[in-house]
């Protein structure tokens, strides 16, 4: 088992990705970095009932998104009326005109799930997508399935109609599917 000092140090080297993941949900640096500096003081209280049985990282990301769901519900009725963004691509320009995948635009043989999961690079890859989405998109998107809120819950803090929510998903996915691609597999479903 790692030292207290082998554990700071992780949570130094993790912490600016801890604060660009907050900042997905919350734009003020501030609170961002306040919410990120409660989860490593959490981290470092409870370091005893760490078990790694999770990496590290998962563990000190899950404390993180406790503090984040907490932070989201105590602020529901501060935030301001969601609004789409305006600068969407066009995400038609995916289908035909019978609704049908063009042949560009088919989604492309990912391999194998876990095998990805061990590349990191593959995880670079997804930040970067993540990151450059529209703001409201990705932050739907890391509230659906990074911290694995409800929908209802999602559209009740965001103000939006299920529907909507549904609809920024599905953009959120294209959108990802399509920056990886480009960033992470080429047009024959090979590996870069």
């Not at 207290?4 to 660009?20: F, G, H, M, N």
């Not at 990120?36 to 760490?50: G, P």
Request: net charge negative; with cysteine; glycine share 2%.
């Amino acid at each position: 088992m790692a030292s207290i000092s082998d554990y700071t140090q992780q949570l130094a080297e993790l912490r600016p990705k801890l604060v660009t993941f907050t900042m997905l949900q919350i734009p003020d640096r501030n609170y961002a970095e306040d919410l990120v500096q409660d989860s490593i003081i959490a981290a470092i209280e409870s370091i005893e009932k760490y078990e790694g049985k999770a990496a590290f990282e998962t563990w000190v990301y899950s404390i993180l998104k406790y503090k984040l769901i907490d932070y989201i519900r105590q602020k529901k009725r501060e935030q301001e009326r969601f609004v789409s963004d305006e600068n969407d691509v066009d995400i038609d320009s995916f289908f035909n005109k019978k609704a049908h995948w063009n042949a560009d635009d088919t989604p492309q043989q990912w391999h194998n799930p876990e095998e990805l999961h061990l590349r990191t690079h593959f995880w670079e890859v997804f930040d970067f997508c993540l990151l450059h989405l529209p703001s409201s998109t990705a932050r739907v998107f890391a509230l659906r399935e990074l911290m694995e809120m409800e929908t209802e819950e999602i559209c009740d803090s965001l103000g939006i109609s299920e529907q909507n929510c549904w609809t920024i998903l599905h953009r959120a996915r294209l959108k990802l599917r399509s920056c990886l691609e480009r960033g992470w597999f080429l047009k024959t479903g090979e590996s870069v």
